[in-house]
T-cell receptor, first 115, second 115 residues
Framework: DAMVIQNPRYQVTQFGKPVTLSCSQT?????MYWYQQKSSQAPKLLFH???????NEADTPDNFQSRRPNTSFCFLDIRSPGLGDAAMYLC??????????????FGPGTRLTVL | GNSVTQMEGPVTLSEEAFLTINCTYT??????LFWYVQYPGEGLQLLLK?????DKGSNKGFEATYRKETTSFHLEKGSVQVSDSAVYFC??????????????FGTGTRLTIIP
């Protein structure tokens, strides 16, 4: 089945130690998104890639970076995780950006713990 | 800017009870409206959507009607099951010709159904 896969499902890192979260998709979608979801809060968009074009949200901290080496994979890099970065990180894809009928497909998320 | 307001949870109901989760929105244009569901340990799944005023989205016994006059998109189900226990997110997306249409989520409503 076509899907969005996130690895690992649970990640523990130390304060200040760089960490990378992974997302892959078999949908061949053009757009890949990263969201941060803190406990009992709405998902917050960090950035997205349209093909190779990177689009950062204005309020995303510089500590968060992303890479998309090919259509299928997208990585979230947190350069120096702080305690406030502990959250669920959701990856999503969509076929395109525009269109009222476009749907975002979400992965299961990676829960990040910062010690 | 755009915003989505959901009724605060948690909501606890008995099996076969009637469910309503309120959602109202603020948008500058004419958005599409969505309900997403997040089951424990999983990512978000699109439950239903409506793209214009008076449209009714429906899926798995859930329904929501796009009410422009009251800027609302309340989620309803006539008879809930234990398997409906999850967190429900209302969301909107502006429709434009410019692309880059972001989802704006509400804070989510946790629903627990007891046998």
């Amino acid at each position: 089945d076509a899907m969005v896969i996130q690895n690992p499902r649970y990640q523990v890192t130390q304060f200040g130690k760089p960490v990378t979260l992974s997302c892959s998709q078999t949908l061949n979608h053009n757009v890949m998104y990263w969201y941060q979801q803190k406990s009992s809060q709405a998902p917050k968009l960090l950035f997205h890639y349209y093909d190779k074009d990177f689009n950062n949200e204005a309020d995303t901290p510089d500590n968060f970076q992303s890479r998309r080496p090919n259509t299928s994979f997208c990585f979230l890099d947190i350069r120096s995780p702080g305690l406030g970065d502990a959250a669920m990180y959701l990856c999503a894809t969509s076929r395109d950006l525009a269109s009222s009928y476009n749907e975002q497909f979400f992965g299961p998320g990676t829960r990040l713990t910062v010690l | 800017g755009n915003s989505v307001t959901q009724m605060e949870g948690p909501v606890t109901l008995s099996e076969e009870a009637f469910l309503t989760i309120n959602c109202t929105y603020t948008a500058t244009g004419y958005p599409s409206l969505f309900w997403y569901v997040q089951y424990p340990g999983e990512g978000l799944q699109l439950l239903l959507k409506a793209t214009k005023a008076d449209d009714k989205g429906s899926n798995k016994g859930f329904e929501a009607t796009y009410r422009k006059e009251t800027t609302s998109f309340h989620l309803e189900k006539g008879s809930v099951q234990v398997s409906d226990s999850a967190v429900y997110f209302c969301a909107l997306r502006e429709n434009s010709n410019f692309g880059n249409e972001k989802l704006t989520f509400g804070t989510g409503t946790r629903l627990t159904i007891i046998p």
